[in-house]
Every structure is written in structure tokens, then in C-alpha cells.
């Protein structure tokens, strides 16, 4: 027989990996819903008509779409059959796996805006699922995280961004990291000093690698992409940003892109918001202003976010931004928001990596009680019931096996107290705690023994 | 443009059903803990040379199949093509999605039998998808709840199994239910005492119907399957138990199984299973005998175990039992096991009919921090971080608007206190602590208004 394989790109997360990726869920979900957001879940599927086309050309081919139910090819045509799988697709496919937490969310938002109350703040912590050619990092399916609020375009929300991401790391026990913000009006309105107004695109596509491939190769870029000399010798002054504080960056700004509205409103946006942080009482803020923050998606139109945890090399483990309109592509315009994305899998290398786990987030079982034959289970029994009583998480080796089998069990699953129940014990009631840690013993009553490992 | 809907079948959980769900698989989940078992998630998509042949044949048809990635039709000749739906799957599919979490963890079990400790407790929380026609209370992605624990035949698993089931209904609240337990070797006995040897698999699946159908019906299904009216009327004593004790039963099928060694056994492990529940000191059993008892799933072996909830007309909330060879399918022969499954979508909606939700986990946001112009929100924003330190879920309304809209706000919301801030409070620092539910306001300074919405 063929031993069972996994689909490629593809994980199981057996105990103590689970217990860490719980740390991280649990402590993302109570920030979230500390600061208001409220819970959404959508269903795994959905049509293809809500998926296509939302997320590029790429992203159209990565979508993992699902045969439909039944007989799916009754009805085909031989023109049908033999007209490639680009055409076949939707003739034998109507429903794919979601692809990210925005479209469906923006679906949510078109088929409930009746009953939603503006602004709507939801999180959302599912997974989703992408055909990507599977690499170190890389997975068809993966967590996502994300906290968005929509229907306001105060800047308060990108404060309270802010604010949340120093909550979620500081939670977390991520204390090192930086998180970047810039606006995109800024950078269009570079574009604009520089002599290619309009062009952000292009120019946010090649500064994007600028911490990958550097300065050089980046003006290279754009020089392949048609921006004049004159463009480039404009650049100049954004590379000269690095290191400095917010407020000198802020003033610099103001002075270079003097000429362009948009930008002096993007610099005005990221002053607001830094102000009303400040309003906060925010103590060691770790947010960096940069103006070469790009960012991918192209539907950002104000702030954007990114977060890096220092002392690794792990791409970014949050990101997100302003975008002006959610469901446009769904016939509901004009709806603003913000969002922020957390990437549970690599904030989880970056932990494993930095050993910030708290050891609670690895413990499972905390006791095993190990009767040494069938008598001693009237002690046993009741002790488990009342340990678990006490929130504790107990459970008993269920065979009658050699004592040395037992402990065996208990280091294996890393299980830190044993308490040992013979004949001796039942008669005195006085039972054996053992720390399997130290090795060390004691007698103990039940009493102490609950108290002693709930301690 | 088409308004987007979803897939047939499936559903958006908004916040206030998300937060009463939550609530249910924080507490199975906890509970599961106590009890010492350990989470394990697999992926949503397994092969399909995993998933088929292992829920028969309708199980098969209902698996909901992944459109290979790329160019999948590229290599087919036209005899695939036209080969029909069932031949022509294989070759453009070869990944499906998750239909139970029985059969991935019986893959995860064999593809780490190297690294487990046995006896090896896993609990896993994750949606199932099938392809069934949707009903009221049948949908294609619902959300299992397993615990198991495979690698031995101790009945004390049998009886940690029914204490863990009493704890998670007495956690969520739910009092009032019924745990049913039978053995599968009783009704291999019964089927052996009443002369169809071998047949207790036909017997099963018509004594399954009892409930719904009545025992004349169920008679009349075993006549036409060529039980004889001998054999049927030896099953006479099976209906003369019910509303009888436990010791009753046990002591009436010993003597109306005596001659079967299978059904004494079964008696035997049924008893002995008791016997440790009692030693526990469970208080309020729920554990009811019922000889009747058959669940449908052909593979288990031992215990069987059905939990419904009293007063309400909704299916079983909970089943599962005692199956002896867990991975056969996979080719590793020979692992014991018994599990307990919870469905919360009916958990779920037990819990809304009876209305035993604790009014915390409808709970969202606690308290609307209401600056009335920004000089106030020099207040009002430390405040909220204050309160959020507290662990309060907090928020303030992001836009400049009207108090009447920002109270309208916090009632949509179901928020109980707002907190008002207007040019007077900022000069005193007394400010307005408003119950959104009794109408009250009082005049306080922040430090009480954290504890008081703390306590």
C-alpha cells in the first residue's frame, strides 16, 4: 500500500506547534477585540464570479477553483472539452477557495449594507488558500489576520492602527520591531514633482525592492521604464530620509513636494495621524515614517503600514493601509477604510527564531497521575476530577503498565508533574508529587498537591 | 452589475453569531485541554487517493474536488475528455477537500507513527465540506470538534470520554441532556441470540430509525431484509428496557444474552466502563443504557456514545465510540482508538432555542469613549487606552458627529456604557459615565470609570 502523503505547499500542526500558533491566534483575537473590532467568518468557497478578476491576472490563475458537485461534465460539447482549460474552467467550475480576507469581506459588507452599522470594524482570522509554486516560507494555505474599518475616513482609525500593532507585538512579547508608515498621496506626489505625474505605479513597483536590490538597481528600473534623467536626479532627495526622526522627515518633505497639493495633503494626513497618536500616551513608539514605503497593492490610497521584526531576516509580519473604495468592484461605491493584515506564520518563525514563545504557550498537559493498579484508581480518579476542577489540565496513563513506562509517557509529552499513587498512598492518603523537571519527590496530601501545581 | 451571493450551502457568521460561536469552541476547547488532549490541525485540502474509498460510495460522490492548478487539461486526449464525469475527475483532480477529520488524523497518525507517544490524545477543531443538497441544518461547510485517543483498549478512556461530555455541556450551560451509551458487541449478540448471526449491520442501520420511525416500522424493514418472524420476535426484550436503570438493563441483557460470549463481553465492558464513571464520583449522571442504540458509522467496535439535548427536537449535539482499527486503510494495522465528536452548528442551535447563552458572550464592545469636539480627545483617547490596559473592549466613535448619532451608534452596537466628554468634563475631570441600558448618568473621574465598567 502507498503511504499517505500531504498535497505539496501544504502543513500538518501536531501539538506543540498548535499550542505556540494558539498563543499567537488567541493573543491577535483579544487585541483585535479589545479595540472594537468584532468577528467575522465567511465560508471557505465562494463563486467565482465574486473571486475572478480582484486580483489581477496572476492572482486569477493561483485562485484554486472547486469541480462543481455532481455530474459535472454532462452537457459539454466536444468544443467545450476540447477548448483548453482556460475555457473549460467556468463551464465545469463555478466555486473557489478564498484568496485572500478583503473580497469576501467586501462581499459581506454589499449583501448586508442594509443592517451593518457605519463604521463597521470586523476582524476576520481564517485561512486562505493560493496556487503558489510552494517555497521556504510559502504555502497553499495559510492564516491570514486582518482588523478593517470602513465606512469613515477619520484619521483616528490609522491612529488606533498604530496603537494596535504596538499592543498585538508588545502582547505577543515582540518588543524589537519597526513599524514603517508613509502615505500614498506622497508618493504620487513625487511622481508629480519629479515630472511623471501619474506614475506611482510604476515608481511604488521598483521603490518597493529597494531593500531587496538596492538603490542603484532600482533607478535602474525605472530608467527601463522610460523615467527621464531629469526624473531620477529628482529622486534625489528621498534617499536622504533614512535615520532621520519623524519630525525632521515631515519638515523635509514639506520643503521638497511644496508643489504638489497631493503630496502636502499626505504629509498633512501623516502628521495628523502621529499627532493623534501622541494624543494616545503611546510609550515607546516604534514607528518610523518612511516615504519609500510602497507596498504592493495598488488600491491603498492614503496611509500604509508595514511591520519588521528586528534581528531577523523574515520579510514583513504586518501590513496594510487606507483604500478608498472596498466594494467598488461589487457596484457600491465610495465606502473608505483601513486596514491591517497579520501574517500568523511568520510572526510564529519570527518567535521560534527569537525564542519569545512564554514557556505556558508550549506547556500541554500539566499532570499525569499514575495509579499503580486497579485499587489505587479510587484515589486516582477523583484527584484527576478535582485537578481538572481546579482548571488544571490533568490526565492518567489509561493501561496498567511498569512505572517506568509512565514517567516515560510523561517526558515524552513534556508533561512537569507526575504524582505517583500506590498502596501506601492510599491507606496514608498521602500521595507522591514528583517534579519530573528536578526529579524531586514529596508526600503530599490532595489538598496541597491541587494548590501546589495550580501555583 | 450582479449582486455577489454565496455558494449554496454555505453562510457568513456576522458578529453576534460569531461571538456566541466562539464562545462554544473556547469552551469545548478548554475543556478538551483538561482532559490532556492536544491540538493538531491538518490542511483543508487532502489527496484524493487519501480521501476516497473511505466513506463509501456515496461519501465519494459528496467530496468536493480541486481543479489541479495550471494548465490541467493539457495531455488529455479526447477519449478523456469524452470519458464522462466519473473517469475524467481523476485526471484533472487530484486534491480534495477535508469530508471528516477521522481519516486525516488517521493519515497523520501514519505518516508520524515514527515520533508519537502512545497512547496519543488529539483534540481537533476545524470545517468539514460536502457535497449533500442543503437543508435546514445541513450545510457544506460545517465546523467538527473530535477528540480521540488511539494506541490502546483501556476502558478508562471509554470512561474519561463520558465524564469530558458532561463537563463540556455543564460548561457551555447546557443542563439538561442525555447521554446514551451502548455497546456494539451487544448488538452483535443480539444479532447472534436471535438467529442472524453476523447480521448485526443490517439490524443496526433499521434499529438506528427507531426514533423516527417506531419499532413497528423498523420490524416491518427487518422482515423485508429476510429476518424471519422467529428472529423478530426474539427481539421482543430489546423494547422492554427503555426508562429502566442501568443496573436493570445490564442485569436483564445478561440474562437475555447469555448465550452469546460477544454480547457478555460487551455487557462486561459496558459495566466496567460504569463502574469507573462511578469511581470519578460523577456527580448528576446523565448516562443513560440504551440497547437500541446503533449510529450509523459501520467502524466502531466497542462503546457507543450519542448526546442529545432535552426539550428541544434537534438531532444528536455529540456522538462517537470505540473503533479498533483506525488505520488499516492507511496499511498500519491493528490501532485502537475512541473518540467523542461535538457539532456545533447544533450545539449552537440548542443553546439559541433554549436560550442558554451567557449574556457575556454576546458581548462585543463595552464601553464608546465619545469625545464632543478635539479638544476632548485629549481625554478621551488616553482614557480608551486605559481602558483597554484593563482589558476592556473599548472604542470611540472616529468621526466628528452628532451626540444623538453617536449614541444611536453604541445602541446599534449593543455597547452598554458610553462615556461622554464634552469642554466642561475636560476642565473638571469628572466625566460622564452613561448606562446605555438604564438611561443613568453619573458624573466620575476616570479611575472609577475603569473599575466600574471593569467590575
Chains 1, 2 share one sequence.
Not at 225 to 249: C, H, T, W, Y
Request: proline letters at 4%; glycine letters at 10%.
Amino acid at each position: 500500500m502507498q503511504k499517505p502523503t500531504l498535497p505539496k505547499g501544504t502543513r500538518d500542526f501536531g501539538p506543540e506547534q498548535m499550542r505556540k500558533r494558539l498563543f499567537i491566534f488567541d493573543t491577535i483575537r483579544q487585541t483585535f477585540q479589545r479595540f472594537g473590532f468584532q468577528p467575522l467568518e465567511t465560508p471557505s468557497m465562494e463563486n467565482l464570479s465574486v473571486l475572478t478578476g480582484k486580483y489581477g491576472e496572476e492572482g486569477d490563475q493561483l485562485l484554486f477553483k472547486i469541480l462543481n458537485s455532481g455530474d459535472f461534465a454532462a452537457g459539454l460539447t466536444d468544443e467545450d472539452l476540447q477548448a483548453g482549460s482556460k475555457k473549460l474552467t467556468p463551464k465545469i467550475a463555478e466555486k473557489g477557495l478564498r484568496y485572500d480576507l478583503t473580497v469576501p469581506f467586501a462581499r459581506y459588507v454589499v449583501m448586508n449594507r442594509g443592517t451593518l452599522t457605519l463604521p463597521f470594524k470586523r476582524y476576520q482570522m481564517q485561512p486562505v488558500w493560493r496556487g503558489d509554486r510552494p517555497a521556504k516560507g510559502r504555502y497553499r494555505e495559510f492564516y491570514q489576520c486582518d482588523a478593517d474599518v470602513v465606512g469613515t475616513d477619520s484619521l483616528l482609525c490609522e491612529a488606533e492602527i498604530v496603537l494596535m500593532v504596538h499592543e498585538v507585538f508588545r502582547n505577543l512579547g515582540v518588543i524589537d520591531f519597526t513599524l514603517k508608515i508613509n502615505n500614498r498621496k506622497i508618493l504620487a506626489g513625487i511622481a508629480e514633482v519629479i515630472g511623471v505625474p501619474g506614475q506611482e505605479g510604476t515608481l511604488s513597483v521598483a521603490i518597493d525592492k529597494l531593500d531587496k536590490i538596492g538603490r542603484e538597481k532600482v533607478l535602474d528600473e525605472l530608467r527601463e521604464r522610460g523615467f527621464s534623467d531629469d526624473s531620477i536626479a529628482n529622486l534625489e532627495p528621498m534617499f536622504n530620509l533614512a535615520g532621520k526622526s519623524i519630525s525632521q522627515v515631515l519638515s523635509q518633505l514639506k520643503t521638497w513636494l511644496d508643489s504638489s497639493e497631493t503630496a502636502i495633503r499626505g504629509v498633512s494626513e501623516l502628521e495628523q495621524t502621529i499627532q493623534l497618536v501622541d494624543q494616545y500616551g503611546l510609550v515607546d513608539s516604534q514607528v518610523e515614517l518612511d516615504p519609500t514605503l510602497a507596498r504592493g497593492l495598488s488600491y491603498y490610497t492614503g496611509a500604509i503600514f508595514e511591520v519588521k521584526a528586528n534581528g531577523v531576516s523574515i520579510g514583513s509580519v504586518s501590513g496594510g493601509g487606507r483604500y478608498d473604495n472596498l466594494t467598488g468592484a461589487f457596484g457600491v461605491p465610495g465606502l473608505s477604510g483601513v486596514g491591517i493584515s497579520f501574517g500568523v506564520d511568520r510572526i510564529y518563525d519570527v518567535m521560534d527564531e527569537l525564542n519569545l514563545f512564554p514557556a505556558s504557550a508550549g506547556q500541554g498537559t500539566q499532570v499525569l497521575v499514575v495509579p499503580f493498579d486497579t485499587e489505587a484508581r479510587s484515589v486516582a480518579l477523583p484527584l484527576l476530577n478535582r485537578l481538572r476542577s481546579a482548571g488544571l489540565s490533568a490526565e492518567t496513563y489509561p493501561d496498567m503498565a511498569k512505572i517506568k513506562k509512565m514517567l516515560d509517557y510523561a517526558n515524552a509529552k513534556a508533561i512537569p508533574y507526575v504524582v505517583l499513587i500506590g498502596s501506601e498512598e492510599v491507606q496514608t492518603g498521602m500521595l507522591t508529587l514528583k517534579n519530573m523537571v528536578t526529579g524531586e519527590q514529596q508526600k503530599l496530601d490532595a489538598d496541597t498537591i491541587v494548590t501546589r501545581i495550580g501555583a
